[in-house]
């Protein structure tokens, strides 16, 4: 039997120091953490090959911990190998007692793993349970086509299993073949409320993973052996689980006498937990002070990403390229198919970009890409959360994710895709369809809360003063081409909708698109009608009624978010203080951004929004349901001679 | 061999005007609705115990079509049996040739299965896929309240089970013994995109419920005897899963020549697929004619919804009986800690009140009402997306399902609420530690987009003018304690964010609420400042340098949306005009309720906004986080002061 005393007194010093980093905190999973004891420490002092002063090499062993609450345990490792963390602008080397930071205002130790925070060593914000697995898988994806042998571990909670996205990555793991991810499920029993079900016990998730197509082994996740030999196993052509049996609060009497979950303990208590730790090291004759770190340095990324901007080349070129000639020249599509071409273009220009779909390419377009770059191509299937998540982990490996469904669907990856923000993730999602003028299919597939949701994360700031968000609704094909490339060189969580009716080309090639930007259509002097998308249309139609009443209005195309709405107030100003505002989605996107900007001028400017007002039902045809809800040209025409009055 | 010509009859006129009912529409899923011709016809007509004049009964046997977008046959099937749609004060009773309005902006057969839309066969909306089988698990969980031995078939798509939320929902089955439930996998094998992923093959299915601990029986779909011995055999300890496999556009040639998801039929082809139906009819020597319903009508509920007012009762006599005496008297708490309060005593008050929560019953404060009343409360465990839907079908069954969790987790399930949404379910949601003020854990825990998603659905109407959701935001112990009783009493889907700290009380026992309210706190002249939740606190601490500084505000709870602005604006007109809003989420919440009614009022008013304007991270004390995005006492003092100079 092999010695494993320089790993127990790394242990044992990480257990102790997760104790006090928590009792510092006021706060904290120091149970959690003392179940991860052996785990963590064969990870980050053994098997992983990665180098703790260079944690942006990509090119490294990754760790995923998917039950971020256990964090202070690899905090406490981290410190302890004096890693660095901060940005590659301004690093940080730590020091072991900066672990005691936790939880600060000011320190790189967030409550949960986050990456933009300062800690790269992680490559995702975890915390909202059951999405690390999609982020591993999605690394695991970029380590594929980076040629590279690197592995990702996720750690993964018993009780966190219950959630279905977990499932949704198994799923994808089997299908992609995605074996450089180990998956290790820390089965220590307890939840946060309660005992886990008998659904997520060691036996029922046995039974579970080998039925979606894993290879599993069952380890004493607190035996060295068991731990390595399973860490460091071979993967075949099944992908690895590791069901870990662990004890939630190992080491300590205390934290085993009840369910402790996410409370830290102080004074006597902790004294007797550090005392009952000290005396399991004297027993396994283990000195704290051993050099336990044997991992290996990892080789460097031969493929660097370059950073440069992409082009999408010329619209003409690339309609060409993808059979359009008839569109481009009938001037007509889809914003959805010119996403589609600009796809396909971009994947050309670089083969950083990749492209996501939850089974409906053949309507988003994304199978314009999927046909050309089938190796850059990870069809999700009909599971949003894995694929949102999963784009998060391509995009931490240096990819340029871009991620379609309905806009409908993709609601179902909204707290995934705040995870994406927080960790900072450079993806793109467009989602397709938005808005009523789906029609026929009904409420069920339209993407109607959209704008509101990601509004709100696009007046929310990054570190850097980015928005948190950008947000991008191209009312044409030319805009939706332009605007696609402008996600794929901005950096960050990227959004566009898109629609599903043909409509006419309102730009040419020349004309240029920018974040936050606006366009004006028409100059008029009695309101200004700002719209965005299809709506564009529907008001651009109204603005016939309206001048044959002798009304006349400028037309703003309201693109992107967060909007320059300085310019818009100018011109309403200029137009008698009258703006209305059409858009095709629930309250809270354009209109509003509109909105508060003129309350906030204390100007004298009217601004009537029409949105949806109704929840829709289906209808045959797009202007039925526009009717529905009072977006019809004669609508909007009518609210603009009422302004008018 | 028993004779099913009459089936077999029934099921071919049903197929054809699947297939006619598409061709009218100019869109639809005709070869999914072929996949299923045996299946429905077997439960419609054979083994369902229900009468199709009475579709409001819900003491009859249920069917939940999770894959919605196959809805054509079941509609076929209803018309065919001559039910009744509509709304119980307004019922239809349909004819044979009602199918044939699929999809027409008057119809009441929607695109996807809609109870809202007038056809309250089903229980729930559907089209979003993977939800299905969380609300026939509510439905289930009612049905043993209720003492019925109903049955709730639910048909879920092959591709669909991709979702993970349908393995929360067996593993909810499982773990509540829901053996009401029978689901049945409809293995067609194409998804719309492709084939199915051999991940949902009819094989691999089967191992994975067998994993999850069903009793699964893998039959031909299209076998009589084998579809109905499978739906008609009674459930041991273990739930029932059904795998029937099928084919894509049964009975037609041309829908099996290849992946027709989605694309309706028409012409030649149209005439060529129903003659393929009338040969094999002829084969079977089946007629139309057959009179094949024998269907047994249900015994009637027992228990009737009485819908009556439920009252909470007194607060300090719930306070009180939750042992909470010394807050009363220090008037102190949290708010989320009175929403169990209320919860508790709206348990005791009325038996349709049933609680859910998703292993965070201790932080929420529904485990207050779970201690007490253990058959009504339903543990979710760490799965949102099938606690949301299931709270759905558990108000299908005319319970009132409160729903808790952080708000963070709530996202989980967005667009699973905007099914519920859809079809209008009379669930309430329960949102806690919302804002910045979790302080700690750090971003991936705390609630910052949802009121701007949740707002977006405040000024959605139903069809009867009421808000697609009412949103309330206590303040203080007082009116969460009647703000969760209104919500109770406020029909269709309710959101209530509740915060972590503990808050000084703000109302007495006699102070009423209403659905759009605010309440004055203070009169001033300079201007107003309106808050909610916990920022009230802190605004009203900023009062206090603000009187140092000789300004005087009105200060203002709004507490609910869809927001009484009106009386907001008339309060600012009073205050030279003047309107600061502070909230503690990203923007998209009451700020812009107030800023959109300014707007558009073309009164002068300024409207000043405080929101979180950045992705904060973990600090340890509320006050830290507040400083961190700028809503401190004295970031709000500050700003009241720039507006008064």
């Known amino acids: 039997m092999a010695d494993y005393r320089d790993l127990d007194g790394k242990m044992i010093r990480l257990a102790k120091q997760s104790l006090k980093m928590c009792a510092a905190a006021g706060s904290g999973h120091p149970s959690s953490a003392l179940s991860l004891a052996h785990l963590t420490t ?19 062993d990754r760790l995923i911990l998917s039950e971020g609450h256990a964090v202070p345990i690899v905090y406490a490792a981290y410190c302890d190998l004096e890693g660095v963390a901060g940005t590659r602008e301004k690093p940080v080397t730590l020091k072991f007692d900066d672990a005691l930071t936790l939880r600060e205002a000011d320190s790189l130790l967030d409550g949960h793993p986050s990456p933009a925070v300062g ?20 690394l695991a994806g970029a380590a594929r086509l980076d040629g590279s042998d690197r592995k990702i571990y996720c750690i993964i909670g018993d009780g966190e299993s219950r959630e279905g996205q977990i499932w949704e990555a198994v799923d994808f793991v089997v299908d992609h073949k995605l074996t450089a991810v180990r998956m290790i499920f820390n089965c220590n029993g307890q939840g946060q409320s309660d005992y886990v079900s008998q659904q997520q016990s060691a036996e029922l998730l046995e039974k579970k993973l080998l039925a979606f197509g894993c290879e599993v082994k069952v380890i004493d996740g607190h035996d060295w052996d068991e731990v390595i030999t399973a860490l460091e196993a071979a993967a075949t052509d099944k992908p690895i689980a590791i069901i870990a049996k662990t004890v939630k609060g190992w080491g300590s009497t205390e934290l085993q006498s009840k369910n402790y979950h996410g409370k830290p303990i102080k004074g006597e208590l902790l004294d007797q937990a550090i005392a009952d730790l000290d005396a399991i090291a004297a027993k396994l004759g283990a000195s704290e002070d051993a050099q336990a770190f044997a991992a290996s340095k990892p080789a460097k990324l031969s493929k660097k990403a370059d950073g440069g901007r992409i082009s999408a080349g010329s619209f003409a070129a690339a309609m060409k390229d993808a ?36 089974d409906v390419q053949g309507s988003t377009f994304a199978n314009m890409f999927a046909a050309k770059y ?54 793109k999602l467009c989602g397709s369809h938005a808005g009523v003028s789906l029609a026929a299919d009904g409420p069920s597939q339209m993407g109607l809360p959209d704008m509101a949701f990601i509004r709100s ?8 003063g980015t928005p948190a968000i950008t947000a991008f609704c191209p009312s044409d094909a030319v805009s939706a081409f332009k605007l696609t490339e402008l996600m794929a060189n901005t950096q960050g969580v990227c959004y566009m909708r898109t629609h599903r009716p043909d409509v006419e080309f309102l730009y040419d090639e020349d004309d240029s698109f920018e974040v936050g930007g606006f366009k004006k259509l028409t100059d008029g002097g ?17 603005m016939k009624i309206l001048a044959k009443a002798g009304v006349s ?5 309201a693109y992107s978010m967060p909007l320059q709405t300085d310019g818009i107030l100018e011109l309403g100003s200029s137009c008698n203080g009258r703006i209305l505002v059409v858009e095709d989605n629930y309250i809270g996107g354009i209109a509003d ?20 007002r109704k929840v829709p039902k289906s209808a045959r045809t797009p202007e039925e349901t526009l009717a529905m809800v009072g977006l019809t040209v004669d609508d909007i025409a009518g609210a603009a001679q009422a302004m008018c009055k």
């Open 119 to 138: 800690f790269p060593f992680f490559d995702a914000a975890t915390g909202s349970l059951g999405q690390g697995l999609s982020v591993a898988a999605g």
């Open 323 to 358: 059979g359009l000639e008839k569109a481009l020249e009938a001037k007509k599509l889809a914003t959805r198919r010119a996403y589609g071409v600009a796809l396909a273009a971009l994947g050309a220009a670089d083969e950083r970009v990749v492209a996501m779909d939850g």
């Open 42 to 60: 064969a990870l980050m002092y053994r098997v992983m090959r990665y180098d703790p002063k260079d944690p942006w090499n990509t090119g490294s």
């Open 553 to 557: 209005a400028t037309l703003v195309d």
């Open 593 to 612: 951004e509109v909105t508060a900007a003129a309350a906030r001028s204390g100007e004298s400017i009217t601004v009537e929004s029409m949105f949806v």
């Open 526 to 542: 009695d309101l200004v009608i700002v719209g965005s998308g299809y709506m564009v249309h529907i008001a651009k139609a109204a």
């Open 457 to 464: 994360f696009a007046h929310a700031q990054n570190g850097d």
């Open 374 to 427: 089938g190796d850059r191509y990870f069809e999700a299937r009909i599971a949003e959360q894995n694929m949102i998540s999963a784009a998060a982990g391509l995009a931490a490996a240096d990819k340029i994710p871009f991620v379609s469904s309905f806009a409908k669907f993709l609601v179902r990856g909204y707290d995934q895709l705040e995870l994406a923000v927080i960790s900072r993730a450079n993806i």
